[in-house]
């Protein structure tokens, strides 16, 4: 072969390579859920075909899941009322069945919750994209579900499968490795498992057999600061937020409910209020951080549209990329600007520029703002308590024709709790009128050995069983519920509630429950062990900054009505009973051998009774499941609606004319 010919067919092979077009195209996770998601009705207010222009902040978060994307770990930190979950942990799984088929982990804080979001969500998500003919066993077939491959808990597809457990079970996710693993509300995981560590490591460490295709998405919902999972991984990564222009100067800047400039000048959202201080919701609108000028809820589309995200951090996980999103973002028909006003007006009292709720203000810098709350140290003051003391109403009567005048209903239910020593048992007996304002009508002791059933529990029997208060208008009024607390001489609370099949319950009280619940329903095992049909773990810290709220921040304004909790004594109280409210401090607590910060709890100075104090928080307790078990049973809601429930017992109330 001459060179000539050489050089000839050399050519010929260039100019063939040259025409050569690119063999595969990746597509991306928005794209493909765009392509093929179908929205239905009855779970979002945009139904139809999914689409990111609606949401385009979405984008860059799902799209750093395709594998050309070099980053391994995403964490999301955000409010809720967003549609993040199905823009982005549902887009997510949803891609890696279809379209890039690989084994996923999905972890959420407990099992029944991993299980409702399969059958809600992903179930749903599968049928509206069309690929339900992909879930079925990839090992054998058979009749039976367990052979299916389409479960409660999991989907098997071509390429792959779907296990989805709660965090509590480490052994269960702990059988297979996965390349892609999602963590969803990470903040209501426990902080560490007994014998296995942390969630967070476990569920790297399953991933660590992919460690260099790897996919992780972490999604919450912040909680505590001090012990916030999602913020700690937030602050690992590059922190991004997310940059939208002012319409008047162009400038961009990321949307904030409340800033300050160095001359005291503010931006975010303002308004304007009435004579009354409530706000005049056509004035509502957002301030540019720079030109001042006002943007309106509607404006937003042609400013979100524009927007982008800027990392405002170094990460000091140079594969992790983080972001921060609040429903301050949201396009108009979602929770809009007007919306945050209303809500922050149930948590601040702006005519005197203070908290006026404690539990809503934590809330709204949780849910709204997509914040951590920093827990602080604090205790109650006997001056202040004494304050709640009412000239005319005196221990064991019903006021109702001051109940009426200052909350605006007569008391409508009477509840007692019982706080069980070694020696005596402490009841308390609080009414309770509209929007919870309550009224303390007894507080006393009984004394006995508590373990010996002939003692104190027959006359306690007697007294929530004969028991009536009689009103100044005529109404007579019996014990709807009780509490018992079941800390001290356990066998013989359980057996003293067993004597009743509904109304006396038993409860024991925990520092936390995962979630901030107010309260949980003993394990079907314990119940059947201890033959109780119900019992219930109470969340004595949220339950005490309630009180702690009510007796410390609470501002009536005589000519108004008394605010919700509002809490009122009779005149006639001791000051001993008052001064049982100081015996508890707020504090940090940390682990003795890291010092690391552990949680923030009420604490009990040693040698101080803190009997009031604890049976008022198991009185709020007992009220809360009663309302919850009424709104349920009674008015047919899924779960507890507060202003509802007042309503509702308000035109039938709990006394007999």
């Not at 389409?150 to 965090?167: E, M, N, V």
């Not at 349920?632 to 202003?643: A, C, I």
């Amino acid at each position: 072969m001459t060179e000539a010919v050489k050089e000839k067919d050399i050519n010929f092979l260039i100019e063939q390579f040259a025409d050569l077009k690119e063999s595969k195209k990746i597509e991306l996770p928005s794209e493909y859920a765009e392509r093929v998601r179908t929205l239905p009705p009855e779970l979002t207010p945009f139904p139809g075909p999914f689409s990111y222009n609606r949401f385009p902040y979405f984008r860059e978060i799902v799209d750093s899941l395709a594998s050309i994307d070099p980053i391994k770990e995403i964490a999301v930190m955000k409010g809720n009322s967003l549609g993040a979950t199905t823009a982005i942990l549902e887009t997510a799984i949803l891609y890696f069945i279809g379209c890039e088929p690989k084994p996923q982990l999905y972890i959420t804080a407990d099992s029944e919750l991993a299980k409702t979001s399969i059958e809600i969500k992903v179930d749903r998500m599968i049928d509206g994209a069309g690929l339900r003919h992909l879930i079925f066993s990839q090992t054998k077939k058979g009749k039976g579900s367990e052979d299916s491959g389409d479960t409660k808990t999991s989907k098997q597809y071509p390429g792959g499968f779907l296990y989805s457990y709660g965090s509590r079970s480490p052994a269960r996710f702990r059988s297979n490795p996965y390349p892609v693993a999602h963590g969803d509300e990470v903040d209501a995981y426990p902080e560490a498992i007994k014998k296995e560590g942390d969630v967070i490591s476990l569920i790297r460490s399953r991933t660590n057999a992919y460690s260099k295709t790897r996919k992780i998405l972490w999604i919450s919902t912040p909680l505590v600061e001090q012990t916030s999972k999602i913020n700690v991984l937030y602050l690992s990564g590059d922190q991004r937020k997310y940059f939208v222009p002012c319409p008047h100067c162009g400038e961009y800047q990321d949307l904030v409910w409340h800033g300050v400039h160095e001359d005291g000048s503010v931006y975010g959202v303002i308004w304007e209020n009435d004579e009354l201080f409530n706000p005049k919701i056509e004035t509502v609108a957002y301030k540019c951080k720079y030109c001042g000028g006002l943007i309106k809820n509607y404006d937003k589309p042609g400013i979100i549209n524009r927007g982008e995200w800027r990392p405002t951090a170094k990460p000091t996980n140079p594969l992790m990329r983080s972001y921060h999103i609040s429903p301050l973002y949201n396009p108009p028909g979602m929770y809009s600007w007007e919306d945050f006003v209303f809500e922050w007006c149930e948590c601040w009292d702006i005519e005197h520029n203070r908290l006026r709720d404690k539990e809503k203000y934590r809330s709204f810098r949780n849910l709204k703002q997509g914040l951590p709350f920093t827990e602080t140290g604090t205790q109650l003051k006997y001056e202040r308590t004494l304050t709640y003391k009412r000239t005319g109403f005196a221990r064991g009567h019903i006021p109702n024709e001051m109940a009426k005048l200052n909350s605006g209903s007569v008391i409508l239910i009477v509840i007692a709790s019982v706080d069980v020593q070694k020696d005596k048992l402490f009841v308390d007996v609080k009414g309770y009128s509209a929007n919870g304002v309550t009224w303390s009508l007894d507080f006393f002791e009984i004394k006995g050995d508590t373990a010996d059933f002939n003692g104190p529990w027959d006359e306690l029997e007697k007294y929530i069983g004969e028991k009536t208060f009689t009103s100044d208008d005529g109404h007579v009024y019996k014990i709807v519920m009780t509490m018992v607390d079941s800390g001290w001489n356990t066998q013989y609370v359980y057996a003293f509630a067993s004597r009743y099949s509904s109304g006396i319950y038993a409860c024991k009280g925990a520092d936390y429950l995962r979630g901030g619940e107010t309260f949980k329903l003993f394990n079907k095992s314990t119940l059947d062990s201890i033959a109780l049909q119900k019992a219930y773990h109470v969340n004595t810290c949220k339950m005490k900054d309630k009180i702690y709220n009510a007796l410390n921040n609470s501002v009536w304004n005589t000519h108004e009505l008394q605010p919700p909790w509002y809490p009122n004594f009779p005149e006639d109280y001791r000051d001993d009973y008052f001064k049982q409210f100081e015996a508890e401090n707020k504090v940090d607590e940390y682990d003795r051998k890291t010092f690391r910060y552990l949680r923030t709890i009420w604490k009990a100075k040693q040698g101080i009774p803190n009997h009031a104090f604890d049976t008022y928080n198991y009185n709020l307790a007992a009220l809360e499941i009663f309302a919850d078990s009424y709104c349920r049973e009674v008015l047919r809601l899924p779960g507890l609606e507060w202003d509802l429930f007042w309503r509702d017992i308000k035109a039938n109330p709990f006394f007999e004319s």
